[in-house]
């Protein structure tokens, strides 16, 4: 016998309908270049699926390799920007910014953000990407010695050259 429910018909009849297929829920920790990509081919695969990308940033998706030109004034910030707010609207992925993951819930499912929030999912992506490092060597902590990996660092490099 077919996979499915039955729904009453008039006259006493039953007709079967289609199994109701369960939405799935994707996490994605990460904004980056291989966060946003697996959030696009999820949406491919998956146009019903609920796509969410956490971002410790407040930025929407940018361009790291870009940060230098933006530094030496050769870019706008807006040009370092590779998916917009409207981006994320039309691909229907929910963007949470400013958001750190402190833990995940495997058995649960669950991810546990900074805010103490939990954001359960079927399906999890951790695409954190690298961190900068700073070498505990003589003068680190001097003014003008900058780490280079997020936005925030960018700008703070523009700041100091500018003073």
Do not use: C, W
Request: hydrophobic share 35%.
């Amino acid at each position: 016998m077919p996979q499915g429910r039955q729904r009453p018909l008039a006259g006493g009849h039953m007709a079967l309908t289609a199994p109701q297929r369960r939405v799935l829920r994707y996490v994605i920790l990460g904004n980056s270049v291989a966060g946003i990509a697996a959030a696009q081919e999820i949406r491919r695969h998956d146009p019903d699926g609920q796509v969410t990308i956490v971002s410790d940033e407040t930025t929407f998706g940018y361009s790291r390799a870009m940060l230098p030109l933006y530094i030496a004034g050769k870019k706008a910030k807006r040009d370092t920007v590779f998916a917009p707010r409207a981006f994320y609207a039309s691909e229907r992925i929910r963007l949470l910014r400013g958001e750190t993951a402190a833990s995940v819930d495997a058995r649960e499912q669950q991810v546990h953000l900074g805010s103490g929030r939990r954001l359960p999912y079927d399906r999890l992506l951790v695409a954190t990407g690298s961190s900068s490092r700073t070498l505990d060597v003589p003068g680190k902590g001097l003014p003008g010695i900058f780490p280079l990996r997020k936005m925030t660092d960018a700008e703070a490099i523009k700041r100091d050259l500018r003073s």
